[in-house]
């Protein structure tokens, strides 16, 4: 079965720091995994995926993830914050195309000026 | 283009009482599926349909729920009757089937937010 866990339900960052925030899947069959973000009062909206092309995926807003496989991690990032990155941020999983998703928890992302 | 809607954005109503929320998904896309996030928790699946076929219900909390999906256009979940723990916000996503082993994005309504008191 898959399944993906979010380290931190909540992540504070100051203006123009690193942001990081966690994810570690389990999969097994190789994994499809994606980065929503939830801004308030809007549904998700996807960041970046990975589908078994590049490990070092980009995605909008300055966004990357890094797939590794040999820590079962995918991991975002971006290097500076901006406040208008303060949003909720969900990791998931899908086995196959076309199939159901796997959510982790979700982090809520504050930025502070 | 239209993006995944849903009706109601919000529903407040007592326990035992039936509610019915709605979902179009993009002109065109034969997947649709229901997830359902439960206050501080993961978004669960809760089924995929594939035009009006329901592919995986696998989800589904029970029998009180009842998702259709007449003429493979939008979709309706039904909760009846609607107990205190029905609470959260219910997502539908849509994609479209190409087949051939190639990812379709799933594209998200913005919800709607079930209240059972």
């Known amino acids: 079965a898959q399944s993906v866990t979010q380290l931190g339900s909540h992540v504070s960052v100051s203006e123009g720091a690193l942001v990081l925030l966690r994810c570690n899947y389990s999969s097994s069959v190789p994994p499809y995994l994606f980065w929503y973000v939830q801004y308030p009062n809007q549904g998700l909206q996807l960041l970046l995926k990975y589908t078994s092309a590049a490990t070092l995926v980009k995605g909008i807003n300055g966004f990357e993830a890094e797939f590794k496989k040999s820590e079962t991690s995918f991991h975002l990032t971006k290097p500076s914050a901006h406040m208008s990155d303060a949003a909720e941020y969900f990791c998931a999983v899908t086995k196959r195309v076309n199939n159901d998703m796997r959510f982790g928890a979700g982090t809520r992302l504050t930025v502070k000026p | 283009e239209a993006g995944v809607t849903q009706f109601p954005s919000h529903s407040v109503i007592e326990k035992g009482q039936t509610v019915t929320l709605r979902c179009d998904p993009i002109s065109g896309h034969d997947n649709l599926y229901w997830y359902r996030r439960v206050m501080g928790k993961e978004i669960k699946f809760l089924l995929h349909?594939?035009?009006?076929?329901?592919?995986?219900e696998s989800g589904m909390p029970n029998n009180r729920f009842l998702a259709e999906r007449t003429g493979g256009t939008y979709s309706t979940l039904k909760v009846q009757p609607a107990e205190l723990e029905d609470s959260g916000v219910y997502f539908c996503a849509s994609s479209q089937w190409v087949g051939g082993g190639v990812y379709n994005e799933q594209f998200f309504g913005p919800g709607t937010r079930l209240t059972v008191l």
């Open positions: 349909f594939v035009k009006e076929s329901k592919q995986d």
